[in-house]
């Protein structure tokens, strides 16, 4: 009797192999360490905009694209197989109906394609097992595209190391100083496995006052300075919520640390501790051994709370989000819709948040302590956004590029789990999209502050494309002791950016008169929504002028007429040094 296992496999293997032969040259092009899988001809993509296209589906090791064959002009559909969130097969053999077997494919970046399949053959039953295999090969233990990428891109591996540089970032904004040191405690990532491994602390502090303090922060994350203000000298600093319990215990340890921080600004003796949380969720965390800071035992400090929720609610918001934008948008009811989801509600209290710690150091010299739960996600939020209106140099293409490094990458944002890359389990309560929602809030002040960044909306576009992407090792892993064992093996996105920097340059970008900081609104009546990120595959919401082309012909325009202001301003300083010494001539003539 013949194994009904052994005999589905080499079915399987057989009619991939007819499948493949169907390659032809004119398949896609294909990008260095990328290899074409399955090729399939008469497959048909149900679109809701352009109704049912007859085409040919490819499938590679990074991308899904789907030609059509029938349609004038030709249209072509192209997706990062890591950005697959599911794939669901629609109907059986025997469905009825016109294109009822078919393959549901769900994209992390809003999109879905239905694919529908002749029944009488077996391609949909290998395309599936196809987009299984590549889409999700972290949970089958295989390696994700970006370290194939690596080998074969041409740049070097290793090309991660020297786009962010933890001690020349620190020295850049003024430490070592009188007040702060540099601490290398956490080299082998011992004090804190999520921290990176150069921290700045009190210089009055030793390294081990620093692990007791360790012992009541959550994940041991201790306050440690992300930004010093160059004038006032106020300090902004990253933590996790105490571990008090509902027992309220305390640690003089920890008690006497944020004095020490509170010493070292000579403009105020107050602290404040924002806690990301709403006030519930903080007491509700005392339950579980966490908690918040009671003001009775740490002198001189102020508690607020700034009220974001969880990433379980953003979680949920951006899904109603989703669900609005595609495949159908109801114009009717799209206003009210919008309000639903309360995405723009948390983009509020997120600019708000980062708004206030701007204004509690910059105008009132007050140095302020941030923290959530475990200080990875809302923390990670305030304090990148607080320094990005603070720092000018965060609002260039490399800065910003080494704010998110430090911020995000080197403080143990948990990318991994957050984006779920290679991963099936696409309803894991893990995931979240706490860094989309940074990215959304910077495009907002971006909107009120046109001239003051130095990169353009494709720039935010890019960076949340290759998110999902898994083509750069920068968004992989959970934290910097994670990531040191793939950053040898994978090509950076800066040095993407870098290589591509006129594409992302801002022609609006007036830097010597935006040197200040900036004071955004976080009224909802300020707030937008980003149609150029969350709509743009929907034709129907898609400008008829394209963006890019124009914004590449101002900057075109504006670099010409600069180029004219610089030869117009040499010429009149020739004028005037040719004025200046006629007239000596004619003094010296005269006498």
């Not at 180029?563 to 000596?584: A, D, F, I, P, R």
Request: hydrophobic share 35%; aromatic share 10%.
């Amino acid at each position: 009797m013949s194994d009904p296992n052994h005999d589905q496999n080499a079915e399987s293997r057989i009619v991939l192999e007819a499948i493949e032969k169907l390659s032809q040259p004119g398949d896609p092009m294909l990008l260095p360490g990328e290899s074409m899988q399955v090729s399939a001809k008469n497959v048909f993509l149900v679109c809701p905009f352009n109704g049912v296209l007859a085409g040919t589906l490819y499938l590679s090791t990074y991308k899904i694209t789907f030609t059509t064959t029938e349609h004038e002009p030709q249209l072509t559909y192209v997706a990062p197989m890591a950005s697959v969130n599911t794939v669901e097969k629609v109907g059986g053999a025997s469905s009825k109906g016109e294109n009822s077997y078919g393959l549901d494919v769900q994209f992390k970046d809003f999109r879905a394609f239905r694919f529908a399949f002749k029944t009488e053959g077996r391609s949909r039953r290998v395309v599936f097992e196809t987009l299984q295999r590549l889409a999700f090969p972290m949970s089958s233990g295989r390696p994700l595209f970006a370290f194939e990428y690596g080998v074969c891109a041409g740049e070097p591996a290793g090309s991660e190391v020297g786009v962010f540089d933890a001690k020349q970032e620190l020295a850049r904004i003024g430490v070592p100083c009188e007040g702060w040191r540099l601490s290398s405690c956490n080299e082998k990532y011992e004090l804190c496995s999520t921290y990176p491994a150069v921290i700045a602390v009190p210089a009055d502090v030793t390294d081990s006052q620093l692990e007791a303090v360790s012992n009541f922060r959550s994940r041991s994350r201790i306050p440690v300075l992300s930004w010093l203000h160059p004038e006032n000298r106020s300090t902004l600093c990253r933590a996790s919520q105490p571990l008090v319990g509902k027992f309220s215990k305390r640690s003089k340890e920890d008690e006497t640390y944020l004095q020490a921080i509170v010493k070292v600004n000579p403009h105020s003796e107050k602290i404040v501790m924002l806690d990301a949380r709403p006030k519930l969720n903080a007491i509700a965390n005392k339950a579980m051994g966490g908690g918040y800071e009671d003001e009775e035992n740490y002198a001189n400090m102020e508690l607020v709370f700034l009220d974001i929720g969880n990433i379980h609610v953003m979680r949920d918001s951006l899904k109603k989000l989703r669900d609005m934008c595609y495949p159908v948008i109801e114009d009717m009811h799209w206003m009210s819709n919008l309000e639903n989801t309360h995405w723009l509600e948390h983009i509020r209290l997120v600019l708000a948040g980062a708004v206030r710690t701007v204004e509690l150091m910059d105008r009132g010299k007050v140095s302020v302590t941030v923290h959530c739960s475990d200080g990875w996600d809302r923390t990670a939020q305030i304090c990148s956004l607080a320094m990005l209106l603070m720092d000018p140099y965060y609002r260039t293409i490399k800065g910003f590029g080494v704010l998110v490094e430090k911020e995000w990458l080197s403080f143990g944002h948990k990318f991994q789990q957050r984006t779920g890359h290679g991963d099936k389990h696409a309803t894991d309560e893990q995931r979240s999209p706490i860094f989309v929602q940074f990215i959304d809030t910077v495009w907002q002040i971006t909107n009120q502050f046109p001239c003051a960044f130095e990169f353009n909306e494709l720039f935010l576009l890019t960076i949340l494309d290759h998110l999902y992407s898994c083509m750069f090792g920068t968004f992989l892993c959970n934290c910097e002791k994670d990531r040191t064992a793939v950053m040898d093996k994978t090509v950076s996105l800066w040095w993407h950016v870098e290589k591509n920097v006129d594409e992302y340059l801002n022609p609006l970008y007036a830097s010597a008169s935006y040197n200040l900081v900036l004071y955004p609104s976080a009224s909802i009546r300020r707030l937008q929504f980003w149609s150029g990120y969350y709509t743009r595959y929907n034709p129907e919401m898609r400008p008829q002028e394209n963006d890019y082309d124009r914004t590449k012909e101002l900057y075109r325009v504006c670099m010409e007429l600069r180029k004219q202001c610089t030869s117009m301003q040499k010429q009149l300083e020739e004028k005037t040094s040719q004025s200046s010494v006629s007239g000596c001539e004619s003094t010296a003539g005269s006498v």
